[in-house]
């Protein structure tokens, strides 16, 4: 469902501003996706795209940046230009103005059309970890300890995983014109129902989802056990309205 979107929101418009996450959740919808832009020759060549964060301290080359897994599973596989794509800068001497530079370059764009999203098990957005404004632009964080013991799995131990990142801030994902939220297992349930039905809280920074607009939510079962209004949203989904005007 989400790789149909995307392929067909690229298709009315070639050019295209995805904004991408990192993480186990959204791998297979950029495989999805490439599978569909190769099957029906989608012209992918002024899509641009954005990551959501990086680590601060890695280096470009290592195979855990950011950089790497988005050229990996993002920008090779799809197939976008590589000058097309933008994560931010891990260099830590330009850590003082990566921020403000990675905003402009997203103004320049246009904006951000779809953000895909993912959420850690503390309720975090890119790495915008609990008590993040959420009025916040692109800037460094410090990551919590839960978020480092479920990143470590990426490395070779806790201790390589880098404790500083850059990220775009929840005042940037909320700029986006559609979020589009993924969440799959049981580990996510807790997150999902927080982010959905909870209070809008910087204490769950995926409850921000809630101020904007136009949110799309793509759950598993698992991940979706902990919703109060279950039995409602599967009511929508099979009464949903089929004229166009909407
Ligand atoms: C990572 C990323 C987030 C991602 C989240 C969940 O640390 N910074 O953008 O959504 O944590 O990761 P996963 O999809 O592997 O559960």
Known sequence: MAARTIVDAIKANPEFVLGVATGSTPIKVYAEIAKLVKAENVDVSKVKAFALDEYVGISKDHPESYYQ???????????L????????????KTVATAGADYEAKIKAAGGVDLQILGIGRDGHVGFNEPGSSLASSTRIKTLTQETLEDNARFFDSIDDVPKHCITQGIGTILRAKHLLLLAFGESKAEAIAGALEG???????GSAVQLHPHVTAIVDPA????????EYYKWVYENKPSWDAI
């Open 69 to 79: 897994v988005i050229k990996v599973n993002v920008t090779d596989q799809i197939g």
């Open 81 to 92: 230009r590589p000058e097309n794509v933008n994560t931010p800068s891990p260099d830590i």
């Open 199 to 205: 209070a809008v809280t910087s204490s769950l920074p």
């Open 223 to 230: 991940a979706g056990s902990k919703l109060k209004n279950l």
